[in-house]
């Protein structure tokens, strides 16, 4: 069974950098596009970006000059970078796998989400 | 930013049928293809229809999606009290290079 899980920061203040990776077991890394949602609290759902196993990635036109996502291969990992991170970037954060094709919100298995507040 | 629009609120009595729907653009609904998520309180999204009328595994056949031009579609019959949830459609924008998510519709099985 393929299982995504997440660790990193839960508490960042204004202007840090948010790190977080996912790391993924039971099934192929490669082969799949591995993405980052996040979910503001009581609000919905938001795409980050993409990555595919030889590491292209795609961002979300809002967020691309702060956000960076990429693999580590060898170690079944991919993580998620989002610089200058300010309060309005609080939120459960997700990773989840998506299909092989580019672009397509085919989302089956998903991280257990991890909570960050940006807080002074 | 999300321009896939549902409405924030559907409700239903048990063994009702209910519809969301969620509405697009030429961009985003119009060319591509629509899914549907479930957010249980607390928990991961979970997919339920992919490819506008697709259920994914293990799904039981009341959840059915549906895709006219620029709109979509999420009917559940034979409502049950454990259907109340978050429901999200997604899509991807061409004109926009990201995926999109619906602002989410609350149901409620009164």
């Known amino acids: 069974q393929v299982q995504l899980q997440q660790r990193g920061a839960g508490l960042l203040k204004p202007s840090e950098t948010l790190s977080l990776t996912c790391a993924v077991s039971?099934?192929?890394?490669?082969?799949?596009?591995w993405t980052w949602i996040r979910q503001p609290p009581g609000k919905g759902l938001e795409w980050l970006g993409e990555?595919?196993?030889?590491?292209?990635?795609t961002y979300s036109p809002s967020l691309k000059s702060r956000v960076t996502i990429s693999l580590e291969t060898p170690k079944n990992r991919f993580s998620l970078r989002l610089t200058s991170i300010t309060a309005a970037d609080t939120a459960v954060y997700y990773c989840?796998?998506?299909?092989?094709?580019?672009?397509?919100?085919?989302?089956?298995?998903w991280g257990q989400g991890s909570l960050v507040i940006v807080s002074s | 930013q999300s321009v896939l629009t549902q409405p924030p609120s559907a409700s239903g009595t048990p063994r009702q049928r209910v519809t969301i729907s969620c509405s697009g653009s030429?961009?985003?609904?119009?060319?591509?293809?629509v899914y549907w998520y479930q957010q249980l309180p607390g928990t991961a999204p979970k997919l339920l229809i992919y490819?506008?009328?697709q259920r994914s595994s293990g799904v039981p056949d009341r959840f059915s999606g549906s895709k006219s031009g620029t709109s979509a579609s999420l009917a559940i019959s034979g409502l049950r009290s454990e259907d109340e949830a978050d429901y999200y459609c997604?899509?991807?924008?061409?004109?926009?290079?990201?995926?999109?998510f619906g602002e989410g519709t609350k149901l409620t099985v009164l």
């Open positions: 030429s961009s985003n609904i119009g060319r591509n293809f």
């Open positions: 990555i595919n196993h030889s590491g292209g990635t």
């Open positions: 997604a899509s991807w924008d061409d004109s926009l290079s990201a995926v999109l």
């Open positions: 039971g099934g192929s890394f490669s082969g799949y596009y």
């Open positions: 989840a796998r998506g299909s092989g094709v580019a672009a397509v919100p085919f989302y089956t298995y």
């Open positions: 490819r506008n009328n």
